[in-house]
Structures are given as structure tokens and as C-alpha cells.
């Protein structure tokens, strides 16, 4: 199988606290910095459901209430529901919003493929 030629070249500048960054990235990567950076760029070229800043703020929002309205109704329903749980619970989504957004992004895209 041929592969397409490559007739273009992207060539930029970034700051030195940038290119430490890409290093600590590759560490397990097993590409070049050259390499890692193609490949992000293709990935993201590739996805098109990216989300834009404002959506993604508000996105983050709801998938945090959805979970605080999950947990806390279940925990109501078990009768396990106190004030210290509920704060706990509260504090728990706060820091947990990131793996919720991309488990929530991740079961959406599953469904789409479908």
C-alpha cells in the first residue's frame, strides 16, 4: 500500500517552558517531540465533536449537577442522606468534574458510532 504524499510543512515557534512540557508528554509516548506533536495535531484535526470554550464551561456544569441529582436521589431514596454526606458528596463532584466530563464525552461518542 502507497502512502499519500506529504506536500506541506507547519513550522512554528513555542517558548522553552512549552518544549519541557512536550518532553515530560513523550516520556512514555515513545515519539519524538517531532512526532507527538504531529500526531496531537492529527487527533485533533480528526475530532469533530470538539466542544467550544463556552460549551465545554457549561458542559462541565451540568455533568457535576447531573451527577450531585443522581447520587444524591439514590442516597435519599436508601435513606442514607445527611447534611455531612451531602457536603462530602458536593466536594466529591467538584473534584471529579474532569473524569466525569470525558466518561460523560466518551459514553456520547459510543453512542454516536452506533
Known sequence: MMRPEKERTISYRITEEEWIEIEKRITNAGESPH?????????????NDELTRPDRFL???????????????????????????????????KLRVPELVESALASY????AH
Open 59 to 93: 458542559f462541565h456544569h451540568l455533568v457535576r449537577a447531573q451527577y450531585l441529582i443522581t447520587q444524591g436521589f439514590q442516597m435519599l431514596a436508601d435513606q442514607n442522606l445527611t447534611s455531612e454526606d451531602w457536603k462530602k458528596l458536593r466536594v466529591n463532584a
Open 109 to 112: 461518542a459510543k453512542k454516536g
Open 35 to 47: 512526532q507527538w506533536a504531529r500526531s496531537a495535531l492529527l487527533e485533533k484535526l480528526r475530532r
